[in-house]
């Protein structure tokens, strides 16, 4: 059958220096847990962004009345408060850094001139 695995080396190390190899492979894993889940909370900010941005441009007409021109002003800015929460730690950051600033063009296209 298989063979019976040898632990020889297991029981060279001190039961301290195993307790201190424990511990620092838990905190490191804290860290991957917590990077995976600002990364996860990153692509989510990003496709809920591309997803208003795409709603938006599917409904938005070129002669806006002041009411609706402030709800796309509020919708536009929501995108961007979206876009601005991709961490700078995360794979999708360069995306959302590549669409904020059509976004903003965007808003600045549709507040009034003053």
């Known amino acids: 059958m298989g063979k019976a695995m040898d632990f020889g080396v297991c029981k060279a190390v001190p039961r301290s220096v195993a307790f201190l190899l424990i511990a620092q492979y838990r905190a490191n ?5 917590v ?3 600002a990364e ?9 962004a591309k997803d208003q941005v ?3 441009v599917a409904n938005t ?6 009411a609706n ?16 929460k991709v961490s700078s730690d995360a ?3 360069l995306e959302a850094q ?6 903003k063009n965007k808003l600045n296209q549709f507040q009034p001139q003053q």
């Open 35 to 37: 990077r995976l889940q």
């Open 54 to 56: 795409e709603q938006l």
């Open 91 to 93: 794979t999708s950051y």
């Open 98 to 103: 590549q669409l904020l600033p059509s976004v």
């Open 40 to 48: 996860q909370d990153s692509v989510q900010a990003l496709d809920q």
């Open 69 to 84: 021109r402030k709800l796309v002003i509020g919708q536009l800015q929501g995108i961007i408060n979206r876009l601005e």
């Open 29 to 33: 894993l804290g860290q991957v847990e």
């Open 61 to 66: 007409q070129a002669d806006l009345n002041s």
